[in-house]
Nanobody
Framework: QVQLVESGGGLVQSGDSLRLSCVAS??????MGWFRQAPGKEREFIAT????????DYSDSLKDRFTITRDNAKNTVYLQMNSLKPEDTAVYYC?????????????????????WGQGTQVTVSS
């Protein structure tokens, strides 16, 4: 049974950093990604990373502050978030894709992901 479990969310102040974790169980995945969804908005792509961990793709608006990494020995993918802003407040979701679609840029759409975690809330106060 495939399961993705996020952790690391919480309440922080503007300018703080936070690291989210997502532990995957059940199988290995070609690509792992992070998305977020703020109240009243659509789920937004943040970043994705290949199984080898050497090729990533980022949202253009977030690439300067967010970093995705993975540790296959721990079946875990991370999202390091720096210089957090109130507009970063959202539920953050981990996602896994089992299909090979070529370069990481092709994994920006949520429809290509097969599995999702339950989400972890990140709230940034001003």
């Amino acid at each position: 049974q495939v399961q993705l479990v996020e952790s690391g969310g919480g309440l922080v102040q503007s300018g703080d950093s936070l690291r989210l974790s997502c532990v995957a169980s059940g199988r290995a995945f070609t690509m792992m990604g992070w998305f977020r969804q703020a109240p009243g908005k659509e789920r937004e792509f943040i970043a994705t990373i290949t199984y080898s961990g050497d090729n990533m793709d980022y949202s253009d608006s977030l690439k300067d502050r967010f970093t995705i990494t993975r540790d296959n020995a721990k079946n875990t993918v991370y999202l390091q978030m720096n210089s957090l802003k109130p507009e970063d407040t959202a539920v953050y979701y981990c996602a896994a894709a089992g299909s090979y679609l070529g370069r990481p840029h092709n994994y920006r759409r949520r429809e290509v992901y097969d599995y999702w975690g339950q989400g972890t809330q990140v709230t940034v106060s001003s």
